[in-house]
Every structure is written in C-alpha cells, then in structure tokens.
C-alpha cells in the first residue's frame, strides 16, 4: 500500500502545482494581453466590420447543412472584448473581460456600432470565463484582420491535423489514420478554421494527442500522462467559452486506451485509464474555471459569483427543465445535426475497411476489448445531461461532442481486431 500512498501524494502535489501555477500564470497573461493600448487594435478591429456586415451573425456555409453554421455572434463578441476598454488597471480588466454594449444589439453589433462611433454605448462586464483566447486575439489584431486570422486559423488547423496523421504512422498505427480523417469529416474542418469560436478545443485535442502519441514511452515511464490530461483540462477551462470542450478528453483519451491495447494491458486497467484520465481532466477544468471565479470575488466581490452560479443553473438540467425541455429532446436535436446521407455512409466505409483488415491480416474479433470505448462512447451523452440546456439551445456547434463517440466506435473497429496470438493477453 506504501507505493501507492506515495504515488497519490505525488501526484496530488503535482496537480496542486500545476494548477496555481497555472492560476497564476493565466492571470498574468491576461493582465499583459490589456496591457496592450486600444489604439494599437482599432486598425486590425476596423478592418473586420466589413466580414460581419455582410455575413451576419449566422452565416451557413453549405446551404442545408446546418453543421455548417457559424458562429460570427460569438467571433464579434470575442472582437468586442479584445477591444473593449474602460480605462481601468489591466490588473482589474483581465478579471472582468468587459464588452461594448447597445441597447437592443447583440455583442457583434454592439462591436460594428462601436467602431462606426455611434453614440449610446456603455460596457457590461462577462467575468465567468476566463477569456484566454485574448492572449492570442490581440496580439494578433496589432497586424491582422478577422478574415486574415481565419486564413491563419486554416493554415494552422491543417499542419497540426497533417501532424497528428504523420505521428499516427510513425508510431505504426497507420489504421487509424481513416478513423481520426473520417471523424474530423464530421467535424468540417473549413467551418472551424472560419470561425474562432469552434477552434480554441480543437486545437488543444489536435496537440493534446500529438503530444500523447510523440512523447509515449517518456510519458509512460516517469507517468505523467495523468498530468497531461489536466494540463488538456486547464487549457480548455482556459480558452474556450464552453463551446464542445469534452473533445480535448474525448481524443486523447482514446488514443491512450489504443496505446494501453497495443502495450497488453488487462482491460480492467484500461477501465481504470478511462476512469482516471477523465477525472484528472476533470479537476483541471473545474479547477482552473474555479481559479477565475475566486479571482473575480477577490476582485469584485461576491456579487459576481451570484451571476455565476444564475448561469449555471440556466444552462444545467435544472435550466432545462424549466425551460420545458427534456433530455431526450437535447440528445434528439444534436444528433439530427448529423442527419445527412453522407453522414449516414461513413459507418459503413469504416465497416468495410475494418472488414478488410481484418481480413487480409487474419485477424480475429476480441469484444472483450470493446469494452473501454463503449465507455468513451457514452461521455457525449452524460455531458448532454449535465449541460441540457445549453446543448438544446446551441446545438449548431454543441452537437460537434458526439464526435468523440464517433471516432471511439470507429478506432474501437480497429481495436477489436487483434492478432490470434494475443488474444490471451486482453483478458481481464
């Protein structure tokens, strides 16, 4: 018992660490993205009005396939706060992230009226997230547009994405090359690189992987991967204002089971994994989002933790319910997102390409290794429970969590045929 007593005080006082530092650390990054004057980002902002006037706040890219939306409601919001400045110590500002605000008007139409100069503004304060993509925005709006920053977003989601591929076959795992391809199809990699919004998780499940698979046997050895999957919750928590974050566990952790799978670990500490992973996750997400809150009523009192837990409720099961929506009707609404006949066609390419494998490598069926992706499976669906309203009211990019389950029962194919000679060693 002494080895574990000791491994589990290690690594609390790795995660204590890592999450103050990184309390701490984001704050700083904060106070130095406000640092930066207005007047070095009105050129960059003003040169983005001109997207927003002629898309829309909605905009669809492929007519009919409404996971195609976008979300310039939320871009301009973000745009809003990159330029919003009350005159306040950027010590006070980072805590509370405010936003130009007309009456009757969104926060991206409240952004173009600011910057057309229209009378009647004031500023609301949006202190519940922490707003890290700031860091990243501005500095990028002292050189470019909102539209040169979607070109950047592309080029840089499609090296990371050709990154995890190449990792996939250097590490011998060629096969799931058409599972992660497939399941980004259904992510629509050109509406992410469009829109802000979707992008902050999918690049931390994109490098969260990589990471994972590059740095395999140095993680396993010293056991670090549970701090990996903190570090992926923090950095969610972080810069993502609760869009699909699920995704940045949902990846990597099925990249771990397979790399478990491959090294003949029993399925019960497979289990054990998916079970371990997801809460080392979890305490970093809920940790770093409680780090913000703590520093909002250190700096602005109590009442800003009122309006906290008032959203919380709204968008819970508890705000569903009041709402008059069920989970069934959230889980129904996502789900449909995906309703197209291509999207019906995938599952049978995976089928037959699993077929074949197995096949020409003869292989045989193991569903006792099934097992941990079923769980995986199912986090989608748990999540839409506990997030139902919000689900049910943002399903154009809410339903972009279900991608987890896809590529979980697409590499679960994968998995389950195993050479006959190690058959013995997936028992549990």
């Known amino acids: ?75 301009g919001a973000m745009l809003n706060a990159a330029l919003c400045s009350t005159g306040e110590s950027p010590f006070i500002a980072a805590i509370k992230n405010c936003q130009y605000k007309y009456d009757d008007q969104n926060p991206m139409e409240s952004f173009m009226s600011y910057i057309w100069q229209k009378e009647g503004t004031h500023t609301i304060d949006y202190p519940r997230y922490w707003h890290g993509f700031l860091i990243v925005l501005k500095p990028l709006l002292l050189f470019f547009s909102y539209s040169d920053i ?22 011998q795992l060629s096969q799931y090359i058409l599972p992660v ?4 199809f259904y992510l629509v990699p050109s509406v992410l690189a469009m829109s802000l919004q979707y992008s902050s998780v999918y690049y931390i499940a994109l490098l969260t992987t990589t990471v994972l698979l590059l740095f395999e046997d140095r993680l396993s050895e010293k056991q670090l991967i549970p701090e990996l999957f903190l570090i992926a919750g923090i950095l969610t928590s972080y810069f993502d204002l609760l869009t699909y974050p699920l995704i940045t566990l949902g990846f990597p952790l099925v990249f771990a089971i397979i790399l478990q799978q491959r090294r003949r670990c029993t399925v019960k500490d497979t289990i054990l994994s998916v079970i371990g992973y997801s809460f080392c996750w979890g305490i970093g997400y809920v940790g770093m989002w409680s780090g913000k809150w703590l520093l909002s009523i250190l700096f602005l009192g109590f009442s800003s933790f009122a309006a906290v837990t008032a959203s919380l409720q ?3 099961l508890n705000g569903a319910v009041t709402a008059g929506t069920s989970v069934m009707d959230t889980l129904i609404s996502n789900i449909e997102m995906f309703k197209k006949p291509i999207y019906k066609i995938l599952p049978f390419i995976m089928l ?7 096949y020409r490598n003869k292989k045989e069926i ?16 748990a999540w839409y429970v506990v997030t139902a309203n919000h689900a049910a009211v943002h399903t154009w990019f809410t339903h972009k969590t279900l991608c987890i389950a896809v590529l979980g029962f697409y590499c679960m194919l994968m998995s389950v045929v195993r050479p006959s000679e190690q058959q013995q060693s997936f028992t549990p």
């Open 314 to 316: 709204e968008r819970s």
């Open 181 to 184: 391809v497939l399941t980004t």
């Open 366 to 381: 193991h569903l006792i290794n099934c097992i941990p992706f079923l769980m995986i499976l199912c986090m989608p669906f």
């Open 150 to 171: 979607r070109m950047i977003n592309g080029l840089m989601q499609s090296i990371l994405l050709v990154l995890l591929l190449w990792t996939l076959a250097k590490k």
């Open 1 to 75: 018992m002494q080895p574990i007593k000791t491994y589990l005080k290690t690594k609390a006082l790795h995660f204590i660490i890592l999450l103050l530092g990184s309390i701490v650390l984001g704050y700083l990054l904060m106070v130095i993205a406000y640092a930066i004057p207005q007047s070095r980002l009105i050129l960059g902002c003003a040169n983005s009005v001109c997207t927003f006037e002629k898309e829309g706040a909605y905009p669809i890219v492929s007519d009919g396939y409404i996971n195609t939306q976008l979300d310039n409601y939320t871009d």
């Open 352 to 358: 037959l390409y699993t077929a074949i494998i197995g």
